[in-house]
């Protein structure tokens, strides 16, 4: 992310400082369709949250309270963008003005904790011959892997607006990507689907693309 932001005016020649609360830093900028306001995430001490800023004076307000879910979808090269693309698609402005984002769910709850006792062996297999693999230390190895790995990354897709409250968009599930069609009347998304994999990284898991209205 990046610890401040300033807009440049090349009619005036000037810079226009953005002011952003201390110990934040902001990511994922999109331009409005106007080129009036610069939506972003702001990543306080305590939750990630959808920030617009006024590009003729610099002031930044909070769109909404509701904690974004900045984690696939954050990843380097996230949103199905290159990584030196500016932007990436956490963000995306609507048809109305709001901007759609995956957020914390509602219902998420406390984080699973883990069993005191194992409720499963855990049995590694290995074949008789050689099988040379990639060496990946961060794989999922247990059940509470799996519990936590689907805690933190199960997003609810919303709008946010000022003034009202986030709405909600389908069920919550593992976003990887979104799209918004050009009429803001469908979104296309990529999401994760299970079983998990104890053998393969995230980004080999299996993968489900639909569209939603």
Do not use: C
Request: proline residues 10%.
């Amino acid at each position: 992310g990046n610890k401040g932001v300033q807009l440049y005016s090349l009619a005036d020649r000037r810079m226009y400082p953005v002011q952003l609360p201390a110990a934040s830093f902001a990511s994922d900028f999109r331009w409005s369709p106007d080129g009036k306001q610069l939506a972003f995430i702001l990543h306080l001490p305590t939750a990630s949250q959808v920030w617009v800023a006024e590009v003729a004076t610099g002031t930044a307000r909070a769109v909404s309270d509701a904690p974004v879910l900045a984690t696939l979808m954050a990843r380097p090269g996230g949103g199905g963008e290159a990584p030196e693309t500016a932007g990436g698609r956490m963000l995306q402005w609507m048809p109305d003005g709001s901007l759609l984002v995956a957020l914390v769910p509602n219902n998420r709850g406390p984080e699973p904790a883990e069993p005191p006792v194992p409720t499963a062996p855990i049995i590694r297999r290995t074949r008789e011959k050689e099988t040379p693999t990639v060496t990946l230390p961060f794989l999922l190895r247990t059940a509470h892997d799996e519990r936590l790995f689907r805690y933190y990354t199960t997003a609810q897709l919303a709008t946010v607006a000022p003034g009202r409250a986030p709405r909600a968009i389908g069920a919550p599930a593992m976003y990887l990507d979104y799209w918004v069609s050009p009429d803001g009347k469908a979104i296309l998304r990529e999401t994760l689907e299970e079983p998990f994999s104890y053998l393969v990284a995230f980004s080999g898991f299996g993968r489900k693309l639909d569209v939603i209205d």
